[in-house]
């Protein structure tokens, strides 16, 4: 069975990086024909798709993030990681990495404030 | 974008008794590959959302068979036959035949 597990810094200063990885275990990250995902879910439960991977390296981005988002891999590590710069409260949520759309990991409460 | 919207908002059912969530998308869900890209997932109190059903009537591994999904186009459908307590929480619906949105969801209590 698949697993992830997010990690980070679980407090970002606003206008700064906020930058999360996903280590993946049971499964390549490379691996045809699966998507690798980063959700976010605000504090009052709405949740929000931000982008995702391709087993290929290929990316696809919320219009609503895309300027601010990238999403890359180190398959070395079987990881792929989430940037999002320029952050606000409004940033404020829990992120889950997930394998598009059946595997979800635990999620990580990031907190924008000074 | 298309719009999920999910009704109830909220649910109370009594254990043993049937429940039934509908999703309503704002555009057709049909992809151009002929699949449809509608999922149900249960968040439970404290955990990660859990996939229930996918391409609108497909059970994951794993899901009771109370649970079935159903529709198309634009109008969704999750039935639960005969509820447990084990299944409190939110219910989300979502869609990736366009760019992914989810619903806002459906609590459940008993």
């Known amino acids: 069975q698949v697993q992830l597990q997010e990690s980070g810094p679980g407090l970002v200063k606003p206008s700064q990086t906020l930058s999360l990885s996903c280590a993946v275990s049971?499964?390549?990250?490379?691996?045809?024909?699966?998507?690798w995902s980063w959700i976010r879910q605000y504090p009052g439960k709405g949740l929000e798709w931000i982008g995702y991977?391709?087993?290929?390296?290929?990316?696809r981005y919320n219009p609503s993030l895309k300027s601010r988002v990238t999403i890359s891999r180190d398959t070395s590590k079987n990881q792929f990681s989430l940037e999002m710069i320029s952050v606000t409260a409004a940033d404020t949520a829990v992120y889950y990495c997930?394998?598009?759309?059946?595997?979800w990991g635990q999620g990580i409460l990031v907190t924008v404030s000074s | 974008d298309s719009v999920m919207t999910q009704t109830p908002l909220s649910l109370s059912v009594t254990p043993g008794q049937p429940a039934s969530i509908s999703c309503k998308s704002s555009q057709s869900l049909l992809h151009s590959d002929g699949n449809t890209y509608l999922y149900w997932y249960l968040q439970k109190p404290g955990q990660s959302p859990q996939l229930l059903v996918y391409e609108v009537s497909k059970r994951f591994s794993g899901v009771p068979d109370r649970f079935s999904g159903s529709g198309s186009g634009t109008d969704f459908t999750l039935k639960i036959g005969r509820v447990e307590a084990e299944d409190v929480g939110v219910y989300y619906c979502m869609q990736s035949t366009q760019f992914p949105t989810f619903g806002q969801g459906t609590r459940l209590e008993i």
């Open positions: 997930a394998r598009t759309w059946d595997f």
């Open positions: 991977m391709s087993s290929s390296g290929s990316t």
């Open positions: 049971g499964g390549s990250i490379s691996s045809a024909p699966y998507y």
